[in-house]
């Protein structure tokens, strides 16, 4: 933990306008409040299709943000990783009671950045792409096409069968798909280059949930990623990269619940 | 000795709050973030406040609340918040203190200190219960009415503020003057200034800010400084000014100066210029006044400098030049003592002078379960310090129990050290400069601290 941080403050991060969208229970039962973050190039949507109101449903005041740049968030210039952690860190801040941060994709690297930043209630890194050399690997192997062209500066394009398991129909893919669209040159740059995480402020524990068949995360990173937090991966065989949008999306969701529950 | 634990030497009840409570004192900035941090850390808190709410110094309703109608921060955000928990980005750089409380209030609800706070208790006495280093801590309600009780705690963290007694000076022939005289900490609201004569006399923040707002107000303003200061606008090259020294913060001090002294020289002038005193230090070494108006206002002729006060007469003050002035209010801006009238003074580790000599201004140097946090005056804001301070309080007392050896080694280091300079620059000795620190030397005694005192999972 650096705590000289002079050129951070220096320097601050812009203030934009952010989409939250929310979903809150009949009673409030004082639970903690969840704070989804979307990966890169998907919005708050991504969690406004089925979790938000799940997650409330059995008790959970839920919102998911859209980082700048997506979504129908504003844009700033200069947006990279520490923007779009501010972003977490500013949404967080603003809420009643202290957050359960849930970050999915590259959202869970925002998240684990995020963490050292605000002492959050808890953390669920949901098929995290923390980036690094071995993410680069796996998108190559997986996705030359879409891939190359991106070292070059061109935006990422993932493919859809990559986001999605078997049991989602290919017409519902093809429409979420269709709604993913890249923005930052930098942030993408930042998935390989960034420095990592400083340990969080506050300690506190840490999920990392998974699916063997996602064809983004191996379950090794995801192996890698939840040791880094000192736990194994809560892993669902046979989903997509997206889960929230999957078929079985409920089944993540209810365990994530259920272990928040049990703290 | 007593020889139970269950009464003390004068036998009242004590009631033992466990091996793993701590006591903090007071709810303002500096309190809430050791209740947050202990918390964290997984002690037991109690929190005793003398009024009925939170935010100490910055909730003007509190009855020695040192704030007035337009007060500000001086210092910007990025520093002024807890660096977990910061403030809205789309508020201004330098909040009003409204603003400041309502964020405090915001810190306390997010994180539920308020259940550990005990409001309108009053804390009168801290001893040491034993030889544990635990301490024996007696409460009573504000205002010392009613019956005292006794709680026992693993460790106490002094949270009272050091911005509420006010430090009066004693000027020959003050007690005959015919005009009014208060202390800054009384002043409110620019009302209070307005068709009088005013002599404002101290030239630091508070100061300069009455002497501002008493040239807009008063029919006369007179501002009598002893010394001279360094003025720092708000803003240099668009950006608060604090963030423009951050950003050059890496580089030597001698080599900032010059860049300070060219930057003010050019954009408004060096304070001899508008007839005030030359500074006895250079720009950085003491806690810079940030003022904006104040040149702006001399320059219009609202406001009159002046020097140091020689004597009181019946209906006027002599100067130090031996001029008079005829003023109706005396608004003394001359600062605060620092006061901790529930310790004996050998715990600070002060001398006759009242100056406590603590560990990096926060920890007790015989007693290594009782810190005092938020003593200090930095060149930055105080949220950030004071969060560390505390993490690190938490973080001690876990080491203490969990690898004794490695405290000890921490324990006769801190010692060994304990006469490092931590301010910017050599200063006069003067109560005002007491507990000033570098922000940048600072944190980095406190980052060395954190990275002792961590323990392994
Ligand atoms: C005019 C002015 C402007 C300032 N501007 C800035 C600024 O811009 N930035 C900045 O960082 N700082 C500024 N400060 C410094 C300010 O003092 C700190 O920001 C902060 O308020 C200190 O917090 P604290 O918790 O240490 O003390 P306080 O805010 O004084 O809180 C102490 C609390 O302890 C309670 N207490 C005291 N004794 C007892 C007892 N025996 N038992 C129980 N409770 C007790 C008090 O009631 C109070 O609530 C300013 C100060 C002044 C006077």
Redo the contacts with the bound molecule.
């Keep these: 933990m650096r705590i000289d941080r002079s050129a951070d403050w220096a320097n601050p991060v812009p203030p934009v306008r952010r989409e939250v969208l929310s979903a809150t229970p009949e009673a409030d039962e004082g639970r903690p409040p969840l704070l989804f973050v979307p990966g890169y190039g998907h919005g708050a949507w991504l969690f406004a299709e089925h979790w938000l109101e799940h997650a409330a449903g059995r008790g959970f005041p839920a919102h998911a943000v859209s980082l700048r740049g997506h979504g129908r968030s504003g844009t700033a210039p200069g947006t990279g990783l520490r923007a779009y952690v501010h972003d977490v860190v500013q949404v967080a801040a603003g809420l009643p009671r202290q957050a359960v941060l849930v970050g999915h994709g590259a959202g869970a690297l925002v998240v684990s950045h995020a963490l050292a930043r605000y002492a959050a209630k808890a953390a669920v890194l949901v098929s995290p792409v923390l980036g690094g050399w071995g993410t680069l690997g796996m998108a190559l192997r997986r996705n030359p096409v879409g891939t190359i062209p991106a070292l070059a500066g061109a935006p990422l394009r993932v493919g859809r069968r990559q986001l999605f398991g078997r049991e989602l129909p290919d017409e519902q893919a093809r429409a979420y798909a269709s709604r993913v669209r890249f923005t930052s040159r930098r942030a993408q740059f930042q998935l390989i280059t960034h420095r990592a995480p400083e340990p969080p402020a506050g300690d506190p524990p840490v999920l990392v949930v998974g699916s063997q068949q996602d064809g983004i995360v191996s379950q090794a990173a995801l192996t890698r990623a939840a040791r880094r937090y000192g736990s194994a991966p809560l892993l669902f065989p046979g989903m997509g990269h997206d889960l929230m949008l999957d078929t079985r999306w409920r089944e993540p969701i209810d365990a994530i619940v259920d272990w928040l529950e049990k703290d | 000795m007593p020889s139970s634990t269950d009464f003390d030497s004068v036998n009242r009840p004590v009631y033992d709050r466990g091996d793993n409570t701590v006591c903090v ?8 973030a050791a209740v947050k941090n202990l918390k964290e850390h997984g002690f037991g808190v109690d929190c ?4 009925t709410t ?6 003007w309703r ?1 009855d ?5 109608a337009s ?5 910007s955000r990025p ?2 918040e807890f660096p977990d928990f910061p403030m809205p980005d789309d508020w201004p750089d ?1 909040p009003h ?1 409204s603003h400041f409380l309502s964020y405090l209030e915001r810190y306390a609800d997010h994180f539920d200190l308020r259940p550990h706070v005990w409001f309108g ?4 006495s801290v001893e040491a219960a034993d030889e544990d280093g635990r301490w024996d801590v007696t ?1 009573q309600s ?1 205002g010392r009415a009613g019956s005292t009780r006794t709680h026992r705690y693993l460790a106490v963290v002094v ?6 007694a006010p430090r009066m000076p004693r000027i020959e022939g003050m007690d005959e003057f015919r005009g009014k005289v208060i202390h ?2 009384a002043y409110k609201d620019p009302a209070e200034l307005r068709g009088r004569k005013v002599l404002v006399v101290g030239g630091g ?2 100061g300069c ?1 009455i002497a501002v707002e008493a040239g807009q107000q008063a029919v006369k303003a007179w501002h009598s400084t002893r010394r001279g200061y360094w003025y720092v606008p708000k803003y240099l090259l668009g950006r608060p000014s604090d963030q423009v020294n951050m950003r050059v913060a890496g580089l030597p001090l001698r080599l900032r100066q010059w860049l300070h002294r060219r930057v003010s020289a050019v954009a408004i002038g060096e304070p001899m210029s508008f007839g005030l005193p030359k500074p006895d230090h250079l720009p950085w070494e003491s806690h810079p006044v940030v003022n904006s108006a104040l040149l702006d206002r001399i320059g219009h002729g609202d406001i009159t400098p002046v020097p140091d006060v020689a004597r009181f007469h019946r209906t006027e003050v002599e100067l130090s030049d031996g001029s008079t002035i005829e003023p109706d209010l005396v608004v003394l801006a001359t600062g ?1 003592e620092p006061r901790f ?2 310790l004996h003074p050998t715990l600070t580790g002060s001398g006759p002078d009242n100056r406590p000599h603590l560990l990096l201004h926060a920890f007790a140097p015989q007693h290594p379960t009782l810190a005092v ?3 200090i ?2 060149d ?4 950030l310090m ?1 969060h560390w301070q505390t993490v690190i309080f938490a973080r001690w007392l876990r080491l203490r129990a969990a690898d004794p050896a490695r405290a000890e080694k921490v324990w006769q280091r801190l010692h060994a050290e304990s006469g490092k300079q931590l301010s910017q620059g050599k200063l006069t000795d003067v109560p005002r400069h007491w507990f000033e620190v570098g922000y940048k030397k600072y944190l980095k005694e406190l980052q060395r601290l954190l990275d002792e005192t961590e323990v392994p999972a």
């Design positions: 004192i007071g709810a303002g900035v500096s309190g809430l005793y406040e003398r009024e939170i935010g100490g110094a910055w909730n509190n020695r609340s040192p704030m007035f007060t500000h921060l001086n210092t520093t002024s330098y203190h208790s009053e804390v009168v409460t504000t949270a009272n503020g050091h911005n509420w800054a900490s923040n508070t800010d605060y009238e529930f946090a938020g003593l005056q930095p930055a804001g105080l949220g004071v």
